[in-house]
C-alpha cells in the first residue's frame, strides 16, 4: 500500500470508537456464584424471590406498642403500658398485642402483631416486672421497616447491565439468591511477534530481547476485566503467525498480536489477518500518536488487533481500544461514576501537530497544587510507562499547550 | 457502662485513625510470580540485573550510519554512502561499519559497532545493490537507543511499598525477573453475629433473616487488597463468640465482628474482646453516623473490629477504619493518585448535628451538570446501598449543607 492509501485511511480515535460500538455485540452469559461476582457484569435482570426483611423488624432496643396508646405521653404525663413479655431476637413474635400492652423488643427483632411502633428504651422506665411508663409518644411507622420495606417480593433489585458492588452481593445473600447470571468475561489471547523476542526466562543474546508485552497486556486485560491467555512469542514468518492466530480467535473473543513495528512486519501482519477466512480490515492506521499503526479486524464474531509494539503505544491504544471493546463486549449498561482523571497544572509547554490526538506521559507531583510533569523520552522504553503516573491528551485540533494549563491525568 | 463513660471515650474519626496508625505495622514479604502480581505491593526495592535493551537497539527502519559521514546532506546535495549489508531482527551485529558505510536495520533491530546513529528510510533513496543517497543529515544518537537507556544493570527500577500496574510487570519480565517479593495480603476473618441470622441457603422463618454481611464485608475486603475468610454465623452466646474469635485471630490479621446492634449484644461482643488475652480495647464508640457504636481492639499484633450491623454503617465503617488499617499493613508507600471523588451538586438540603461526621447516601444524576440526589430511607434497609452511587460527608463542625452546595462524592 503507498502512503497516499494509507493516509486516506487513516481514522480520528472517535471515529475508531464508533465503528467498534457499531459492529460490537454482548457475550452471553454463564451461571456465576455470588462470592465470585464482584465486578462482573449482570446478563439479566434481578428480581426478589421474596419480601425482607420478610417481617416487620424493629430498628431499635425499646418497646412494641400502639402508637395511639403513647399519644400525648410527656414525662410530666407518662402512659403507662402493661408490660406482656418480650420479643427475642430471632423469634417468631407468637404473642399478639393488645390495647394498653407494650412488649420488649430488641434491635432486629420481630414486631408483634397489634403493634404499630416501638418506644426507644430510652424514653420509659420500667416500674415493675408489669408495668412501663413512657415519657414521649411515637406515631405510627416510627423505629421499625416493614415486612417488604427493603425489597418487596417480585420487585427488581437489581438491572441487567450493572456492575456488582459489594453490597449487591450482600443484598442477593439476604434474598436467599446465591447464583446470578452474569456476562461471561471476554477472552483475550496475546500473541507476541518478532523474531527478536524471547522468552523472559531466557538469556538474550546481542539482538534478542525479553518479551514485555505479553505480560503488560496479560495484566491490562486482566484488570479491564477479560481474561488473558497467553499464546507465546510467534517468529515473523507468514505461516507460523496465521497459525497462531487462527487458534488465537478459535480460543478466543479478542486476538492482540502485539510487536511488529518494523513496515515489514506491520504488512507482514496485515497480509496474515486478511487472509483469515471473513476478515474484515475495520481500521487501518489512526491519528494519534503513539499508536498510529494500530490495525484493527473482525473475522467473523471475532476481533483482531495489531498493535504496535512500543510500551507507550501498547498502553495508549489498549485503553483506547481494545478496554472499550472489552467493555461493549461485557454489556455494561450502567453509568459509570467510577473518576479516573486527577486535575493538575502542566509544568512546561507542550508542542503537537495538529489534526493527531497526542499522549503524553506525566508524573504527578504534589507541591501545594498538583503539577503534571511531562515524563519525557523515547516511547520504545518500559520505563516511561513504569516512572509516568498517568497520561494527558492534547486533542485532535490543538498545536499543543502551555505550562500552567490545567489538564486531565489519566491515571494508571 | 454509663452514657458519660461511653460519651467519655467518643473519638472522632480522625483520631480513630491516628490510633491505628500509631500502632499498625507492615506485614511480611512473600514471593509472588510476577504474573500473579498486579495490585500486589513491593516488600523490597527491586534492582535490574541488566542493561535493557542490552545492544544499542534501532528504533526505525532504516540505516545504521556514522552521523559525521551525513552532516551536510540535502536533496541538492545527498551524502553516498556504500551499502554494506543488513542487521536482520533478533540478529547479532557481527559486521563493523566503516567510513563511508551504510548498515541496513529493522525497528528493534542491533545497531552495528562503529556506527552512531539511524538514517530513516524515508530520507534515503537506494541506488543500487552497493549504493544509498541520504538527503537529510543525522546527530549522533538519533533514532537509537543505547544500551542501558531504557534500565542500567543494578539500577533501581521499582522501589518497595510500590502498588504493582501493568507496565511494571512488562519492565519486570524484560528484565528477567520473574518472581518478586511483595507485602503478605491481610487475612480478615468475618464472623456474623446474631441469633436471628441463618445461612442464606436456609428458608428464614418469621424473626429470622438471612446472613448479608459476610457477603458485604467479603467482598469489600476483596475490594482492599485483602483475603477475606468467612468464619459464618455465630449465636449471641458468650462461649461461642469467644471460641469462634480466638479461632479468627489465630488464622488472621484482623477479625471482623458484624452484628450485635442491640445494647445486650454489644456490651457481650465488648465482654469477649475483652477477654482475648493481652486485648487492648483502642476505641468504643466513634463521633461519626452512621457507625457510632464501632469498637475497635488490639490482641498482641492481631486487630478486632466490632461493627455495627447496618449495611450502611458497614460501609462507612469498613472503608474509613477496616479499609484504611488493610493499607497500613500492606505498606503502601507511593503517592496514592487514584481519584475516588466526584464533583457534584446536592440535590437539596441536608441537615446535620454539629460534632459527629455525618455520612450520607447519595445516587448521581448527570443531568447537563451532575447532581448529588441524597437516597432516603433507613440505614437499617440493603437496598439504601444498592440505590446509591457513593457517600458525602458532612463535616464534624458543621450543621448540615444547603441544596446546590458542591460536594465531593466517594463512589463506590
Given at each position: 500500500m503507498n502512503a497516499q492509501d494509507y493516509f486516506f485511511k487513516v481514522k480520528t480515535p472517535d471515529e475508531v470508537q464508533k465503528t467498534l460500538k457499531d459492529i460490537s455485540y454482548v457475550l452471553p452469559g454463564e451461571s456465576v456464584g455470588i462470592e465470585a461476582s464482584l465486578g462482573r457484569i449482570l446478563a439479566e435482570d434481578v428480581y426478589s424471590?421474596?419480601?425482607?426483611?420478610g417481617f416487620e423488624r424493629s430498628t431499635m432496643d425499646g418497646f412494641a406498642v400502639r402508637a395511639r396508646d403513647t399519644?400525648?405521653?410527656?414525662?410530666g404525663s407518662p402512659a403507662y403500658l402493661r408490660l406482656a413479655g418480650e420479643v427475642k431476637m430471632?423469634?417468631?413474635?407468637?404473642m399478639k398485642l393488645s390495647p394498653g400492652e407494650a412488649i420488649g423488643v430488641s434491635t432486629g427483632s420481630m414486631v408483634p402483631e397489634g403493634a404499630d411502633a416501638i418506644v426507644i428504651?430510652?424514653?420509659?422506665?420500667?416500674?415493675?416486672d408489669e408495668t412501663i411508663e413512657v415519657v414521649r409518644p411515637v406515631a405510627p411507622g416510627d423505629n421499625l421497616v416493614r415486612k417488604d420495606e427493603d425489597i418487596s417480593k417480585g420487585s427488581i433489585m437489581l438491572r441487567k447491565g450493572r456492575m456488582i458492588r459489594p453490597h449487591d452481593i450482600g443484598a442477593l445473600a439476604g434474598a436467599g439468591i446465591l447464583e446470578i447470571k452474569a456476562i461471561k468475561q471476554p477472552e483475550v489471547a496475546i500473541i507476541s511477534s518478532g523474531d527478536e523476542i524471547i522468552q523472559p526466562d531466557q538469556k538474550p543474546q546481542n539482538g534478542q530481547i525479553r518479551d514485555i508485552n505479553t505480560y503488560s497486556l496479560s495484566a491490562l486485560a486482566r484488570q479491564a476485566g477479560a481474561l488473558p491467555i497467553s499464546m507465546g512469542i510467534v517468529k515473523d514468518s507468514y505461516e507460523l503467525l496465521r497459525h497462531k492466530l487462527l487458534e488465537s480467535i478459535d480460543i478466543a473473543d479478542i486476538a492482540l498480536i502485539s510487536g511488529g513495528s518494523s513496515v515489514g512486519t506491520r504488512d507482514a501482519t496485515l497480509d496474515v489477518i486478511q487472509s483469515i477466512?471473513?476478515?474484515?480490515?475495520?481500521?487501518?492506521?489512526?491519528?494519534?500518536?503513539?499508536?498510529?499503526?494500530t490495525i484493527i479486524a473482525k473475522a467473523g464474531r471475532k476481533y483482531i488487533f495489531g498493535l504496535p509494539g512500543n510500551p507507550v503505544s501498547v498502553m495508549v491504544t489498549f485503553d483506547l481500544f481494545v478496554g472499550y471493546l472489552i467493555k461493549l463486549l461485557s454489556g455494561i449498561e450502567q453509568h459509570e461514576w467510577k473518576p479516573r482523571y486527577v486535575k493538575a497544572f502542566l509544568s512546561r509547554n507542550l508542542a503537537s501537530a495538529p489534526g493527531r490526538e497526542d499522549y503524553v506521559c506525566v508524573r504527578l507531583v504534589d507541591s501545594g497544587k498538583i503539577l503534571a510533569e511531562p515524563v519525557l523520552?523515547?516511547?520504545?522504553?518500559?520505563t516511561m510507562m513504569v516512572r509516568a503516573d498517568g497520561l494527558i491528551k492534547i486533542p485532535l485540533d490543538m498545536e499543543g499547550l502551555e505550562a500552567g494549563t490545567e489538564v486531565d491525568v489519566f491515571v494508571f
Open positions: 424471590p421474596v419480601d425482607l426483611p399519644f400525648g405521653a410527656s414525662a430471632g423469634e417468631t413474635a407468637s428504651i430510652e424514653h420509659t422506665d420500667i416500674l415493675d477466512p471473513d476478515s474484515e480490515i475495520l481500521v487501518h492506521g489512526i491519528s494519534i500518536r503513539p499508536g498510529k499503526p523520552g523515547k516511547s520504545a522504553l518500559i
